[in-house]
């Protein structure tokens, strides 16, 4: 087999001086891979390749293998964030981190756990606030919460200020006006991003959310709403916390770095 040809390039431009010690080991621990078993390739140089932790979406896996995957994680790379976990899979990962000495975390109102080793997050700095138009759109909140958290982020909320009652919003982003980028989480019409993004000069991402019914129910308007704004959002798929919250602390560390 032919070495790995991007391996080579690193191991090339250490030799002849244009990378130092530091730079070539962080460019190969970016390409870290692992094999567990026949049924999973992981990739534990995400974190130094592209600054966001590894994160495992525990909905549809098979359990052993879900278990296998996150514990394997966490021995190596210190941090694992389990997304749409249930309460059975939550069980099995908690006793499973008894037995090998890792810590758990359960953000049970964003379904959302963290394994770790004991290795603490690192701090990038930025802020983020997180809005929601609804109580029923926190559970989407609630993991784009998690995952800022996980890339350093401080994140803060503000929940059921929407369109229904619009007068609740304006004494709710007082506090949150400091921060490097919003949030704003809303299903049925989906009103409440645009408004939002009226209001404030930060970066605005909408998160439609799967709640509403009958005639483009489930989420569909509501993403048909923001994409049609007239004010300046960025709108992420429907229940998309995830991609809201890395997406989220990405431009909001971006802000503080020197």
């Given amino acids: ?33 692992e094999l567990v078993e026949e049924f999973a390739c ?16 525990a909905e549809g896996k098979d359990p052993t293998h879900l278990e296998k995957i996150v514990v394997r994680y966490a ?16 069980t099995q990962i908690q006793e499973l981190a008894r037995r090998d000495g890792l810590v758990v975390d359960y953000r049970k109102e964003g379904r959302v756990l963290v394994l770790s080793n004991g290795q603490s997050r690192k701090l990038g ?37 929407g369109a229904a009652g619009i007068h609740r ?27 939002v993004a009226g209001l404030v000069d930060k970066p605005v991402i909408g998160v439609p959310v799967s709640t509403g019914y009958g005639y483009m129910g489930e989420g569909r308007a509501a993403l048909a709403s923001m994409l049609q704004s007239c004010s ?13 919250g890395a997406f989220a602390a990405r431009i909001a560390n971006m802000g503080v770095k020197p």
């Fill in 169 to 195: 919003l304006f004494p709710a982003l007082k506090p949150l006006l400091d921060a490097h980028v919003f949030i704003v989480c809303a299903g049925r019409e989906g009103t409440l991003p645009a408004i």
């Fill in 75 to 90: 021995e190596t790379s210190g941090r694992c964030v389990i997304t749409r976990v249930n309460s059975e899979q939550v």
């Fill in 1 to 33: 087999m032919p070495p790995n040809p991007i391996l080579t390039d690193i191991l090339e431009r250490y030799k002849k001086g244009e990378l130092t010690l530091d730079d070539a080991a962080k460019a190969i621990e970016g390409l870290r891979l």
């Fill in 42 to 57: 992981l990739d534990l140089g995400r974190a130094v390749r592209c600054g966001m932790p590894e994160v495992v979406l």
């Fill in 125 to 161: 700095g930025g802020i983020i606030a997180i809005i929601t138009a609804g109580t029923s759109d926190i559970l989407v909140a609630e993991e784009a919460k998690v995952i800022a958290e996980e890339m350093g982020c401080v994140v803060r909320t503000a929940y059921d200020v």
């Fill in 232 to 244: 300046v959002i960025a709108v992420v798929n429907i229940d998309a916390g995830f991609t809201a």
